[in-house]
Nanobody, 125 residues
């Protein structure tokens, strides 16, 4: 059982930046593909970004490509999401997730086995 704890959410203005972090309890952390998802009020949970076990491959939703960057540290059991050029439509609860599939290409939340509790990101216009 992997426990995931997100941090770093908050309130930011349009065009600003935030960095989310997720700490994982399980070892070996490196055996999991890690992903970030988000869910806005009244909407379904959607894929944001994912990174494979060694960080060699990443995948991004088209809405965030070029603005967000996912990275991981297997030494620290953490995965991060650097979010730049934030827009009001980025407002959502952001979730960290772990998948036993060794590919970042699966964007269905059902492909992920473990989830954090979420952290709120609010972007004001």
């Amino acid at each position: 059982q992997v426990q995931l704890v997100e941090s770093g959410g908050g309130l930011e203005q349009t065009g600003g930046s935030l960095k989310l972090s997720c700490a994982a309890s399980d070892s070996p952390f490196s055996s999991y593909t890690m992903g970030w998802f988000r869910q806005a009020p009244g909407k379904e949970r959607e894929f944001v970004a994912a990174i494979d076990w060694n960080g060699g491959n990443t995948n991004y939703a088209s809405a965030v490509k070029g603005r967000f960057t996912i990275s991981r540290s297997n030494a620290k059991n953490t995965v991060s999401l650097q979010m730049n050029s934030l827009q009001p439509e980025d407002t959502a609860v952001y979730y960290c997730a772990a998948s036993r599939w060794n590919t970042p290409l699966f964007i269905d939340p059902g492909s992920y086995d473990y989830w954090g509790q979420g952290t709120q990101v609010t972007v004001s216009s």
